[in-house]
């Protein structure tokens, strides 16, 4: 229960951070999903960065790609749940650099099929163009994960690590 409540209220101010002003894309939204993987019970590890997610949006709006956006989340949180058990430096700056070249096929693509001729045309060159148009997007994407998922991780472990040495000067002095 202990996790759930640090993990939410860590999740909680990264999804609040969303509504400070920012550049484009240089958000913890895949931050919040694996660090959600990583230290949320299984069966919260998905809901509570994606309800983060929900509230902020309540804020920022809602659009005609969300279910991109949601989808391409909740594949991150699952990343998020593999990462558990590989719980290592390397690993972790994987997935985080998965997660941005994730988000950035799976919303681009919704970008190019639910904005149809009004973006991009439905075509081959349309689509090779939306991903084009997309690349600075795609800097601050990968810059933002980098940085959320370093400082959610961090806070994560810094946390653990405090309430452990605390449990253990608690033992050994009631010992």
């Not at 939306?130 to 690349?135: E, F, H």
Request: charged content about 10%.
């Amino acid at each position: 229960m202990r996790n759930v409540l640090i993990g939410s209220t860590l999740i909680l101010a990264a999804a609040l951070s969303r509504l400070l002003p920012h550049p484009d894309n240089f958000t913890p939204i895949a931050a919040m999903a694996l660090a959600g993987g990583v230290y949320l019970e299984k069966r919260f590890a998905l809901i509570v960065p994606l309800a983060a997610l929900v509230i902020s949006d309540c804020f920022i709006g809602f659009h005609n790609t969300i279910l991109f956006v949601y989808g391409s989340f909740m594949l991150i949180g699952f990343m998020g749940l593999w990462l558990k058990s590989h719980k290592k430096f390397l690993p972790v700056l994987g997935t985080a650099l998965l997660s941005s070249i994730l988000f950035f096929i799976i919303t681009n693509f919704g970008v190019w099929l639910t904005g149809g001729g009004w973006f991009y045309p439905r075509t081959w060159q349309g689509l090779v163009e939306c991903y084009v148009m997309a690349i600075p997007f795609f800097r601050n994407t990968l810059a933002g994960d980098l940085v959320f998922t370093g400082v959610l991780f961090g806070l994560f472990e810094l946390s653990l690590r405090s309430i452990r040495a605390s449990e253990k000067k608690a033992i050994q002095e009631n010992s």
